[in-house]
């Protein structure tokens, strides 16, 4: 039996690497179906989205010519006290403190799915895992092209050779002092910010002050330019808000209006969740 609740074998209890094997599977074709609606998400138009590409392009260039120096000079003036917490809580920003736990999830429920379990059971377990499934791709796909492109762009970081320089580039260069654009930990933490609130809305001021600390934070370790974080905030929410896209034209956690409008689908209460983990982590 699936997650879904479907059978896995007939006339006999499959085994439990059997079983497991079959969840996974399961959840594959649910990610890798073909969109079960024709109608399509609905975003600005194709001149706004310009209009808004252009107005972006512009605002990283001026802080490259305005900001970028002037907020390295005044970084490296700030005192300890101020720069010791930003460097506590900047390594918060790397996409693993998402996507181990993540993975860890969705691994358990296809390890502990199994047939003998209640069909409500098994429902809560495959809605949660689609959930997880979603949170995992819209951290983890903003990520993997932040950290392609960087490489491509190849801008060094500041200090990178003893510079400080916004408009030192080594492209196609692949090495960690010249991958400085757009930022990896403020990429993961707005990519965060949206997944995150996408599913629970309450939880949107919280996420909103972990990625404007964790982006300020590049901007006071030295790590990053100030146009670094904001060119990441952008490749950051862009790309969870398409992986959203991918899944509501699957309906998987989300669906696609008439109007286009993208609504969360609705998932099971925290305490139903807390009950079913109960029960299966019980010895």
Same mark, same amino acid.
């Given at each position: 039996?699936?997650?879904? @609740?479907?059978?896995?074998?007939? @006339?006999?209890?499959?085994?439990?690497?059997?079983?497991?094997?079959?969840?996974?599977?399961?959840?594959? +074709?649910? !990610?890798?179906?073909?969109?079960?609606?024709?109608?399509?998400?609905?975003?600005?138009?194709?001149? %706004? =989205?310009?209009?808004?590409?252009?107005?972006?392009?512009?605002?990283?260039?001026?802080?490259?010519?305005?900001?970028?120096?002037?907020?390295?000079?005044?970084?490296?003036?700030?005192?300890?006290?101020?720069?010791?917490? $930003?460097?506590?809580?900047?390594?918060?920003?790397?996409? @693993?403190? $998402?996507?181990?736990? =993540?993975? /860890?999830? &969705?691994?358990?429920?296809?390890?502990?799915?199994?047939?003998?379990? #209640?069909?409500?059971?098994? /429902?809560?377990?495959?809605?949660?895992?689609?959930?997880?499934?979603?949170?995992?791709?819209?951290?983890?796909?903003?990520?993997?092209?932040?950290?392609?492109?960087?490489?491509?762009?190849?801008?060094?970081?500041?200090?990178?050779?003893? !510079?400080?320089?916004?408009?030192?580039?080594? #492209? &196609?260069?692949? +090495?960690?002092?010249?991958?400085?654009? #757009?930022?990896?930990?403020?990429?993961?933490? $707005?990519?965060? *910010?949206?997944? =995150?609130?996408?599913?629970?809305?309450? *939880?949107?001021?919280?996420?909103?002050?972990?990625?404007?600390?964790?982006?300020?934070?590049?901007?006071?370790?030295?790590?990053?330019?100030?146009?670094?974080?904001?060119?990441?905030?952008?490749?950051?929410?862009?790309?969870?808000?398409?992986?959203?896209?991918?899944?509501?034209?699957?309906?998987?956690?989300?669906? =696609?209006?008439?109007?286009? %409008?993208?609504?969360? /689908?609705?998932?099971?209460?925290?305490?139903?969740?807390?009950?079913?983990?109960?029960?299966?982590?019980? #010895?």
């Amino acid at each position: 039996m699936s997650v879904t @609740g479907g059978a896995a074998g007939v @006339g006999r209890s499959p085994s439990w690497p059997r079983w497991a094997w079959t969840n996974v599977a399961w959840a594959g +074709r649910k !990610l890798m179906r073909a969109p079960r609606t024709a109608v399509k998400p609905r975003w600005p138009s194709y001149a %706004r =989205i310009g209009a808004c590409a252009v107005a972006s392009l512009i605002v990283i260039l001026g802080l490259m010519i305005f900001v970028d120096a002037w907020a390295v000079e005044t970084a490296l003036h700030l005192p300890r006290w101020v720069v010791a917490p $930003f460097k506590e809580v900047t390594d918060f920003g790397k996409s @693993g403190w $998402f996507l181990f736990p =993540i993975g /860890l999830g &969705l691994a358990l429920i296809a390890a502990l799915a199994s047939p003998a379990l #209640p069909r409500f059971t098994l /429902l809560v377990m495959g809605v949660s895992a689609m959930r997880f499934a979603f949170l995992f791709a819209a951290i983890a796909v903003p990520g993997a092209f932040a950290a392609t492109i960087k490489r491509v762009i190849g801008r060094s970081r500041p200090f990178a050779d003893g !510079l400080v320089d916004p408009f030192h580039y080594l #492209p &196609l260069f692949w +090495r960690p002092d010249y991958a400085s654009l #757009p930022s990896g930990h403020a990429t993961t933490a $707005f990519s965060a *910010l949206i997944a =995150i609130g996408l599913l629970w809305p309450r *939880l949107r001021p919280i996420m909103w002050a972990y990625a404007l600390i964790i982006a300020l934070s590049r901007v006071v370790v030295l790590a990053h330019y100030a146009s670094d974080v904001f060119a990441a905030a952008i490749v950051g929410a862009v790309g969870a808000w398409l992986v959203r896209d991918y899944f509501a034209a699957r309906r998987l956690g989300f669906v =696609i209006d008439a109007d286009g %409008r993208v609504r969360v /689908l609705p998932g099971p209460a925290f305490a139903r969740i807390k009950k079913v983990a109960r029960r299966l982590l019980a #010895p």
